[in-house]
């Protein structure tokens, strides 16, 4: 959205998803999750290690549902705010700790506006969603308290 790029080429998933190697039912897969959401895991980490340790390609063709989804059935997902937007706040925070030290860094001041736009952008979507209050707005003070 941000660069001069003019599409999204690129390897895409295959139409057919079907993994006849994995030898999990749904039902363990889904307390796989769970088991590693309490542990503290977000959904990426959560995914990354059932791919790279249990040999599940992608939780959502063998439960039919997503991680993310399943730690919230589960009580496993703690915070109000969805994951995606939690992930850009701490992004924002950080950077905005890092301009407050290296005032002249130009282009993290790029990023950090880039990163504010997605938020904004985020939030508006959620708001329609009414995944969030009505009355939510970006503020860096209250992200803070939020993110750390």
């Given amino acids: 959205m941000h660069s001069r790029k003019k599409g999204k080429s690129g390897s895409k998933k295959p139409l057919k ?14 307390e796989l999750v769970t ?10 980490v959560i995914g990354t290690e059932l791919r790279d340790q249990y ?20 009580g496993a997902y703690k915070s109000e705010l969805p994951e995606d937007l939690y992930n850009l706040m701490r992004k924002a925070v ?10 002249r860094d130009y282009t993290s001041y790029r990023g950090l506006e880039l990163t504010e736009s997605k938020i904004r952008r985020l939030g ?8 969030l209050p009505t009355g939510w707005k970006w503020n860096v003070d209250k992200a803070k308290l939020i993110v750390k």
């Fill in 55 to 74: 040999g599940i390609p992608s939780v959502k063709d063998v439960t039919k549902t997503k991680i993310f989804q399943i730690m919230k059935k589960s």
């Fill in 94 to 103: 950080n950077l905005h700790a890092h301009m407050d030290t290296n005032k």
């Fill in 35 to 44: 088991k590693l959401a309490k542990g503290g895991k977000s959904s990426k």
């Fill in 124 to 131: 508006k979507y959620y708001i329609r969603s009414k995944q």
């Fill in 17 to 30: 998803r079907s993994s006849a190697w994995v030898k999990y039912k749904p039902k363990e897969v889904e």
